[in-house]
Nanobody, 118 residues
Framework: QVQLVESGGGLVQAGGSLRLSCAAS????????MGWYRQAPGKQRDMVATITIDEITNYSDSVKGRFTISRDNAKNTVYLQMNSLIPEDTGVYYC????????????WGKGTLVTVSS
């Protein structure tokens, strides 16, 4: 059974920092592209950052230069370091895992809430 468990969310003032973690089990972590997605209140879930098995990263324009995604294959964990937070970063952050071809799947965690106050 695949489990993705996020942690590290909370309430922070604008300009502050948070580090999110996502611990994975039930998958071969090193064979998965990992990602963080965000769903703001009343909006759709959007990509924030992804990291491939070769550690190629991709960021949404809104977080470039402020957020950093990284992975530790030995710990089956993906991280999202969030700096210079702004109120628009508020939302539920979800961890995602997608295995490499030919395996299929698209796995989600239950999310962790990040609230940035102005």
């Amino acid at each position: 059974q695949v489990q993705l468990v996020e942690s590290g969310g909370g309430l922070v003032q604008a300009g502050g920092s948070l580090r999110l973690s996502c611990a994975a089990s039930g998958i071969i972590f090193s064979e998965n592209t990992m990602g963080w997605y965000r769903q703001a209140p009343g909006k759709q879930r959007d990509m924030v950052a992804t990291i491939t098995i070769d550690e190629i990263t991709n960021y949404s324009d809104s977080v470039k230069g402020r957020f950093t995604i990284s992975r530790d294959n030995a710990k089956n964990t993906v991280y999202l370091q969030m700096n210079s937070l702004i109120p628009e970063d508020t939302g539920v952050y979800y961890c995602n895992a997608r295995p490499m071809w030919p395996k299929t799947g698209n796995y989600w965690g239950k999310g962790t809430l990040v609230t940035v106050s102005s």
